[in-house]
């Protein structure tokens, strides 16, 4: 169920669920330091403990994604549109997969742990769209599915890059490992979905 660079990590379906209410400064930077925590414990020690969390939207079954920055390039990308997990376990875990899986990257080591920054996105439910005008960039990611490719770019993505909604779609296209005009066949499922996005400080 997880998702990364690769199309093999992706969900073909995903309920999930949504958060209630938008997470406060606090809840956020707990996240981040749980985050921070999970990938320090795990690439030093192998261990992946996380202090139980009482404070009910960390504890709401949602999707997410951690991306890891250093130097200010990525440096790794992991998420889950749904998860059994409480949030704030999910993020731990996504966390760790993005430091020591993420295919495209060698294993975060402990020289590693001195520089990087986190960014999380707490995902909603997938939705499938009839139209690609209800696509609305800047709000929405992108999860396209076509035969066995599947690609997924997150909101910020879009704009960090400065994309209209075409450019959008055709790198989401291209993240799957589809011809750039893919989108536009009649076998492809296009989903979006919203994310509160939050990170450290740099």
């Known amino acids: ?19 209630e209410r938008e997470l406060n400064a606090h809840e956020k930077q707990v996240l981040l330091a749980i985050a921070r925590q999970a990938i320090s414990l795990g690439v030093q020690t192998g261990q992946e403990y996380i202090e139980p969390r009482e404070e009910k939207a960390l504890n709401q079954r949602n999707g ?36 020591t899986k993420d295919p495209r990257f060698y294993p975060m080591k402990e020289a590693d742990l001195e520089s990087f920054r986190l960014e999380i996105s707490v995902l909603s439910p997938l939705r499938k769209v009839d139209s690609t005008d209800e696509i609305e960039v800047g709000k929405h990611g992108i999860y396209i599915e076509k035969g066995f490719y599947r690609g997924v770019l997150l909101p910020q993505v879009a704009t960090e890059h ?13 993240k799957a490992g589809l011809p ?16 509160q996005v939050f990170g450290e400080e740099s």
């Open 1 to 19: 169920m997880r998702l990364s660079g690769t199309a093999r990590f992706i969900p073909v379906d995903s309920p999930g669920g949504s958060v």
């Open 64 to 99: 997410c994604f951690v991306t890891i920055k250093q130097h200010g390039k990525l440096r790794g990308c992991i998420g889950n549109f749904q998860s059994e997990l409480p949030l704030f376990r999910e993020v731990a875990r996504m966390a760790l997969a993005s430091a």
């Open 162 to 174: 400065g994309w209209d909604r075409p450019t959008f779609l055709k790198q989401t296209c291209v």
């Open 180 to 195: 750039t005009n893919a989108w536009e066949a009649e076998d492809a499922e296009i989903y979006v979905f919203s994310a």
